[in-house]
């Protein structure tokens, strides 16, 4: 019920059907409204939930929704070693699911890590553009890595200038002139008139 109130933009109903579905004790349910949470900027209540939740038992996709949460909730304070634990541990238990992988490359980014391009190229291979958060998320990895295409592009072109610049077919001569660097071969008249010939 609370993804349809998601789908429909309420989400003061969303809230209140997943708050009503978590006090029945359903764990997918402390996922959601956890996550509703994030969104709204309030990471230390989605913490508390998602951390009463994982005690409960649950199915691994819900267990990776939380973890996942979990990092995302401590991303947003910039709780970098909270965040990258709970999302490697979602990585570990579900490598097929794009959201772990989209917020490691946020983190990772964030960072300066050179570990960010495995991220995002995984974030964009299992993104769905029909998944509300991993539409926006598909658009971060798309531009980072069209830049960093454009980046190794461009400094591929630099090497190659470089290469031709550093060929010069032409060289100095011992008294100032300029003369090819590679020699025409020697003709047979000329050879003949080296050698005393006629």
């Known amino acids: 019920m609370g993804r349809n109130y998601e789908q429909l933009g309420d989400l003061d109903q969303a809230r209140t059907a997943y708050a009503t579905a978590q006090a029945a004790g359903l764990p997918e349910a402390y996922s959601n409204l956890a996550r509703l949470h994030i969104l709204a900027k309030q990471p230390e209540q989605a913490i508390l939930l ?4 994982l ?3 649950q199915s691994d996709t819900v267990r990776y929704s939380m973890l996942k949460n979990l990092g995302w909730a401590y991303l947003s304070q910039a709780n970098y070693p909270e965040a990258a634990s ?3 541990a979602a990585i570990q ?3 097929e699911e794009a959201s772990a992988y989209c917020l490691m490359a946020q983190l ?3 960072q300066g890590s050179t570990d960010v391009l495995a991220n995002w190229e995984s974030c964009r291979r299992y993104a769905s553009r029909m998944h509300p958060d991993q539409r926006q998320w598909l658009q971060e990895a798309e531009q980072y890595l069209a830049t960093v295409h454009a980046k190794a592009q ?10 031709q610049s550093d060929y010069s077919p032409i ?3 011992s008294d100032g002139g300029v003369q090819p660097s590679i020699q025409p071969p020697v003709s ?3 050879h003949l008139a080296t050698d005393g010939g006629e």
């Not at 998602?50 to 939740?53: D, H, K, S, V």
């Not at 461009?154 to 290469?163: H, R």
């Open 50 to 53: 998602l951390q009463a939740g």
């Open 188 to 190: 047979g008249l000329q």
């Open 108 to 110: 990772l980014e964030s």
């Open 55 to 57: 005690k409960l038992e």
């Open 86 to 88: 709970h999302l490697k």
């Open 171 to 173: 060289r100095s001569s």
């Open 93 to 95: 238990l579900n490598s």
């Open 154 to 163: 461009s400094d591929v072109q630099s090497v190659q200038l470089e290469n």
